[in-house]
């Protein structure tokens, strides 16, 4: 029963990560009907940026913990949310209306750019994260002992999530983003300015994921160059597993896919933990292509 | 006539790659010639690294370019045939050439179960499925599948290819027999892309239901295409395992995977010519600047951007095949909304009708 609480909770504040970097997959599809394989990239990108804000500038030496990080995260999602917006302009931009492989094709080619220049800037070796900023404290919930760390990361996922969701549902820009997702052409005589919700898209997605980028870092402690891309394709499988275009379906998927992951990791093997959360996406492909609460993508032949 | 209209019209004729085929059969006289003048990199094992991605790419052209399925888990295949040739040589002792049928029969049967279930997926799901398929290969390689893989460190001591007696064991012998299987894939897919099998992929990649409806059986034509595709792969991956002779699953990973789909789409999807160009410069561009790893790939990522941006049909695009009018863009270009009259705007209903965001 312990155990089992604590893969629990490990399991949720992975998918909160998995479901926060899914809803700008989730997002960008959509309303473009690409997979942004960039994006991966840009969570790596968030959770070096985070580091180099915390440590070239000693935050957390002069300023309470709780409000450091806070900062922290503002100022990666901010910039991560400028590269992403950078992103559509020089490499997505120029593309719409020509055929999707080129699209796919240049989002491959961003992703790799990204990789390398990270590698190039921050080296090759794994760097981590100052330990000590998320809280030591645990609770106790059914006689287990849970580190409070894991709460927080998932309470804090599920908080930016609410406020997206609120965001969509209830201002008008979001119903500008819904409408766009719906019908572009029909949005754009509508006096919808298409170009300017697909920058917004661009500016949000990105943003989500710089965010979990430095909650990895704050979590796991551990980042490297090239971690975009096992999460990013996992995110993704959130994203399918929920129904793509779907944003509560990314959330409940990336929640899903991190319980999945870590509750067979526990009790199946730990060696073939990645291939759980791709033999998922297979099924889910096969059986249910519609995803949990989305729309259908196979076709009949 | 201009060199322009010269090369236009023969960039795809037969001649032409028998003129290649000629060149490359000189060419390690060549190199011997020049290497007593003085020169002496190891160009014959680049040039063998060439040839065997180019059979690889070629293989691979077969299902993304010439029947339009977003394929991005080559390596897999790759891996099956020369994991197939590595244990049935180093375990059973079988020469390595009399693993090169049982590797494409098994990458082929591997292509078969994997393509099955998937064949129907849209475009870019297909995609993901085929980059998570690479990966779970790879992880089983990695964790010691059926305790035959030899685990992380993979399998080493795989003895040369003997044919009637004679024993590859210099690059020079092992760059004739790649290359040797580089011409006949040359030939074997130029022949099936002319032949009624070919030209019903080329309609099915143009348009799916026109190509139902005048009688072809797409998914079966699909998982052929699939099959065969993946067929070469895996003898691909024998000739790799005999050049190479130490495999390990770092080799096929993700990465991989996207150079081989880089390699189609910049020479040019559906053209054989073009993905021979693309095997030089992508796998020839990366051994040369070898000393620049990461600025490398650096300009390699910005280059795909660029391409797709600035000529998107490839290098050396296909010629003869269809206008791929009926592939459903991204969003329209504003400019494209204006002309709606000719009505070649995307129509959201094609994809299956969205209802993405509902409350």
């Given at each position: 029963m312990?155990?089992?609480l604590?893969?629990l909770s ?9 479901a926060?970097i899914?809803?700008?997959?989730t997002?960008?599809?959509?309303i473009?009907?690409l ?10 990108l968030?959770?070096?940026l985070g ?7 000693g935050?957390?030496?002069h300023?309470?913990?709780g409000?450091a990080?806070?900062l922290v995260l503002i100022?990666?999602m ?7 917006l ?23 080619g ?7 220049a ?15 900023i998320l809280?030591?404290a645990?609770i106790?919930?059914f006689g ?5 760390a894991?709460?927080l ?5 599920v ?5 997206l969701?609120w965001?969509i549902h209830?201002t008008r820009l979001?119903?500008a983003?819904?409408?766009v997702?719906i019908d572009?052409n029909?949005?754009?005589?509508m006096g919808i300015?298409v170009?300017s919700?697909?920058s917004?898209?661009f500016f949000?997605?990105p ?13 796991y ?5 090239d ?6 394709l996992?995110?993704?499988?959130a994203?399918i597993l929920?129904?793509?275009g779907?944003?509560?379906?990314a959330?409940?998927?990336g929640?899903?896919l991190?319980?999945?992951?870590t509750?067979s ?5 730990i060696a073939?933990k990645?291939a759980?959360a791709?033999a998922v ?6 059986f ?12 009949k032949? | 006539?201009?060199i322009r209209?010269?090369w236009?019209r023969?960039?795809h004729?037969?001649?032409?790659f ?5 060149f490359?059969?000189l060419?390690?006289?060549?190199l ?7 020169g ?7 040039l063998n ?12 052209n077969l299902?993304l370019g010439q029947?339009?399925?977003?394929h991005?888990?080559?390596t897999?295949?790759?891996a ?5 040739t590595?244990i049935?040589n180093t ?6 050439f009399?693993?090169l ?8 049967l591997?292509?078969?179960a994997v ?11 297909l995609?993901i499925v ?5 990966e779970?290969v790879?992880?089983?390689?990695t964790?010691n599948i ?6 992380a460190?993979?399998?080493?001591g795989i003895?040369?290819p003997v044919i009637?007696?004679m024993?590859?064991n210099?690059p020079k012998?092992?760059?004739y ?5 580089t011409a006949f894939?040359v030939?074997?897919f130029y022949?099936l ?16 239901i026109a190509a139902?409806?005048c009688?072809?059986?797409v998914?079966?034509c699909k998982?052929?295409?699939?099959t065969l595709g993946a067929?070469?792969?895996g003898?691909?991956?024998?000739l ?5 002779r130490t ?5 096929f990973n993700?990465?991989?995977s996207v ?6 789409i910049?020479?040019g ?5 073009g993905v ?21 790939m650096?300009?390699?990522?910005s280059?795909?951007?660029a ?5 998107p ?5 296909r010629?003869?095949g269809p206008k791929?009018?009926?592939e ?7 400019e494209?909304?204006?002309d709606a009259?000719k009505g ?5 209903k094609?994809d299956g009708g969205?209802?993405a965001?509902?409350?």
């Amino acid at each position: 029963m312990e155990e089992l609480l604590h893969q629990l909770s490990n399991g949720l504040a992975l998918g909160g990560i998995y479901a926060l970097i899914a809803l700008g997959y989730t997002m960008v599809y959509g309303i473009l009907r690409l997979i942004n394989f960039a994006h991966g990239d840009l969570f790596t990108l968030g959770a070096y940026l985070g580091l180099t804000l915390l440590t070239s500038f000693g935050l957390a030496g002069h300023i309470q913990a709780g409000f450091a990080t806070a900062l922290v995260l503002i100022f990666s999602m901010g910039l991560v949310a400028l590269v992403g917006l950078a992103l559509e302009r020089v490499a997505y931009r120029p593309l719409r209306g020509s055929d999707r492989l080129c699209a796919v094709v240049s989002a491959l080619g961003a992703s790799i750019f990204f990789q390398n220049a990270m590698m190039l800037f921050y080296g090759a070796r794994s760097l981590v994260y100052p330990p000590g900023i998320l809280p030591d404290a645990s609770i106790h919930i059914f006689g287990a002992e849970l580190p409070l760390a894991r709460f927080l990361m998932f309470a804090f996922s599920v908080l930016l999530m609410c406020l997206l969701y609120w965001f969509i549902h209830k201002t008008r820009l979001g119903a500008a983003i819904r409408a766009v997702a719906i019908d572009p052409n029909t949005a754009r005589l509508m006096g919808i300015n298409v170009d300017s919700v697909i920058s917004l898209i661009f500016f949000i997605g990105p943003a989500l994921g710089g965010a979990a980028g430095v909650m990895v870092g704050l979590y796991y402690g551990q980042i490297t160059y090239d971690m975009g891309f096992g999460f990013g394709l996992k995110a993704f499988t959130a994203a399918i597993l929920g129904g793509i275009g779907n944003i509560p379906g990314a959330m409940l998927g990336g929640i899903l896919l991190g319980l999945i992951e870590t509750i067979s990791s526990a009790y199946l093997s730990i060696a073939w933990k990645d291939a759980v959360a791709f033999a998922v996406l297979i099924l889910i492909l096969v059986f249910r292509p519609t995803g949990l609460l989305g729309e259908r993508v196979a076709d009949k032949i | 006539m201009s060199i322009r209209k010269l090369w236009d019209r023969h960039s795809h004729s037969p001649a032409l790659f028998i003129v290649f085929f000629v060149f490359m059969a000189l060419l390690p006289t060549l190199l011997d010639l020049g290497k007593a003048a003085g020169g002496g990199i190891a160009w014959l094992d680049m040039l063998n690294k060439i040839g065997i991605s180019a059979a690889l790419a070629l293989s691979l052209n077969l299902i993304l370019g010439q029947t339009g399925l977003f394929h991005m888990g080559h390596t897999a295949f790759f891996a099956v045939g020369a994991y197939a040739t590595a244990i049935l040589n180093t375990l059973y002792g079988w020469p390595v050439f009399h693993t090169l049928p049982v590797a494409g029969l098994l990458a082929a049967l591997a292509g078969l179960a994997v393509a099955l279930p998937i064949i129907r997926l849209r475009g870019d799901y297909l995609l993901i499925v085929t980059v998570g398929i690479v990966e779970i290969v790879r992880i089983a390689l990695t964790n010691n599948i059926f305790d035959l893989t030899g685990g992380a460190n993979g399998i080493y001591g795989i003895s040369r290819p003997v044919i009637f007696g004679m024993v590859f064991n210099t690059p020079k012998l092992q760059y004739y027999l790649i290359w040797a299987f580089t011409a006949f894939s040359v030939f074997f897919f130029y022949r099936l892309e002319h032949s009624r099998f070919g030209r019903a992929l080329c309609f099915i990649k143009a348009d799916e239901i026109a190509a139902a409806g005048c009688g072809i059986n797409v998914a079966l034509c699909k998982l052929t295409a699939f099959t065969l595709g993946a067929c070469f792969a895996g003898m691909a991956g024998t000739l790799y395992a005999a050049n190479i002779r130490t495999i390990e699953p770092s080799s096929f990973n993700f990465y991989e995977s996207v150079i081989l789909f880089a390699i189609v789409i910049l020479g040019g999807a559906g053209s054989i010519a073009g993905v021979l160009l693309g095997s030089f410069l992508l796998i020839g561009l990366q051994d040369l600047f070898r000393d620049f790893q990461s600025a490398r790939m650096l300009f390699f990522g910005s280059a795909m951007v660029a391409m797709m941006i600035f000529r998107p049909q490839g290098l050396i695009p296909r010629q003869g095949g269809p206008k791929l009018a009926c592939e459903i863009p991204l969003l329209p270009a504003p400019e494209q909304l204006e002309d709606a009259s000719k009505g070649d705007v995307s129509d959201g209903k094609k994809d299956g009708g969205r209802d993405a965001f509902p409350a």
